[in-house]
């Protein structure tokens, strides 16, 4: 009862304390932004507390959370929806019902998280791959691959590409009536990341390789050798994510060690001789100057931290850790951006360097919006820019897919 007690003090002081943190002038609908990052910054305190008296780790207090948020899968008048599974995966299939005369196009989407948290269950993103799959007439599938701490890096890489793979062979392509010519990937924040891999991936195997049109992401993250970047300084408290809820959700893919949380904050977790590669991230060279501000370019640190940091060298975790040749064969690509959202950065870098090996791109940046927008799609909590955001990456998908 006195913890109780206490965790209901502790919030109320929390909630009126962030109720008057400031927050950015223009973002769009502020008064939800602010509560959206209260409650946040609550769940982060309480996972804190939570882990640190042993009741549960960390992460697994946003696994819970996200999870109330799934619904089944429940069909409309325009939409089968089922859960099956392709190789043993789970998925989430969207087909719609009426008659067509040509064979349909497909989507392949991937959901963020940390990927420590989420699934094509919850009814964000089960909102978005309908209205995909309604407004394009297009099959959607959704992977609900595995997650960390259980099932570590690169395990939710496999899942993905088993997935593609099962649904890429002819007759299954058949089976859903779908255009082997009109097929795109797609995610968002770590679903963003694992859409940028596997394309490459994919690109990379003979047998696969220009079978995928487009690839559409939104505010992905695509590296993670500097965590100083200048839209992790703009953005480090947030709102919503913020650097050290981002980094502690997300580390705990490649390992269950907890000390190397400290290092990624610090900014000093590249191994030794990784000098090298920083030049594929580096944002003082990428960055639209319009981004770079005032900030002073500070290299990461190197040297001082090197078991668990051989990971950050591996293009699959950092789409963003291959040369110009290696990057100049991928499809059409569309990249949402979030002003203001740590991860920014990642994506307005990658646009730059596809676009300067001449891979067609469009990129739109939303000025007045979060970081997982997307989530707050469905009342009661939704946020216009949200639904803004989903409306332009379908309207983008009908334009090119
Ligand atoms: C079904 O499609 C029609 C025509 O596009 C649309 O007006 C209607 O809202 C759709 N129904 C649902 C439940 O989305
Ligand atoms: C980063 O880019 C800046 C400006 O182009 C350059 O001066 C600096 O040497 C680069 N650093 C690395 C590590 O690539
Ligand atoms: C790019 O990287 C690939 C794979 O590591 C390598 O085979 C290739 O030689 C590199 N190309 C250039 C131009 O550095």
């Not at 392509?173 to 770590?190: F, R, T, W």
Request: glycine residues 4%; hydrophobic residues 40%; neutral net charge.
């Amino acid at each position: 009862m006195g913890n109780k007690m206490l965790l209901f003090g502790i919030s109320c002081i929390l909630l009126a304390y962030y109720t008057y943190m400031p927050i950015p002038e223009n973002i769009e609908e502020p008064w939800k932004v602010r509560l959206i990052d209260t409650l946040t910054k609550i769940a982060t305190l309480t996972a804190t507390l939570f882990e640190y008296t042993g009741l549960m780790k960390f992460e697994h207090l946003f696994f819970i959370l996200m999870r109330t948020q799934n619904i089944e899968p429940i069909s409309d008048e325009n939409i089968t929806v089922i859960d099956t599974e392709f190789s043993n995966i789970p998925v989430r299939l969207y087909l719609p019902k009426r008659k067509s005369e040509r064979q349909r196009p497909a989507v392949i989407y991937i959901h963020g998280g940390a990927f420590v948290t989420g699934s094509p269950k919850m009814e964000s993103y089960d909102f978005v791959n309908r209205m995909t799959a309604n407004r394009l007439d297009a099959v959607v599938v959704a992977p609900d691959y595995r997650l960390a701490p259980q099932y570590l890096f690169p395990a939710a890489i496999e899942d993905c590409i088993i997935v593609i793979k099962f649904f890429l062979q002819d007759k299954v392509l058949e089976k859903y009536g779908v255009d082997p010519a009109h097929i795109c990937i797609s995610g968002d924040s770590s679903g963003g990341s694992l859409t940028g891999t596997v394309i490459q991936l994919l690109q990379d195997d003979p047998e696969y390789r220009n079978k995928i049109k487009a690839q559409a992401m939104i505010y992905p993250g695509l590296q993670t050798i500097d965590t100083w970047m200048p839209s992790y300084r703009e953005n480090e408290n947030g709102p919503f994510l913020s650097r050290k809820l981002a980094i502690m959700l997300s580390v705990r893919y490649f390992t269950k060690e907890t000390e190397s949380v400290h290092a990624v904050l610090r900014n000093e977790h590249m191994p030794e001789g990784s000098r090298d590669l920083f030049k594929f991230v580096n944002w003082s060279h990428f960055l639209p100057e319009k981004y770079k501000k005032n900030h002073v370019y500070r290299e990461p640190i190197h040297g001082k931290l090197n078991t668990f940091s051989a990971l950050h060298l591996d293009r699959r975790v950092s789409p963003l850790l291959v040369n110009d040749s290696q990057l100049q064969n991928l499809p059409l690509t569309y990249v949402i951006t979030c002003e203001y959202d740590i991860l920014r950065d990642d994506g307005l870098i990658y646009v730059t360097r596809l676009r300067n090996v001449g891979v067609p791109v469009t990129h739109d940046h939303i000025e007045d919006a979060i970081h997982g927008a997307i989530l707050f799609s469905t009342a009661p909590m939704y946020l216009h820019s949200g639904l803004r955001i989903i409306d332009k990456y379908i309207s983008w998908l009908q334009e090119n897919l």
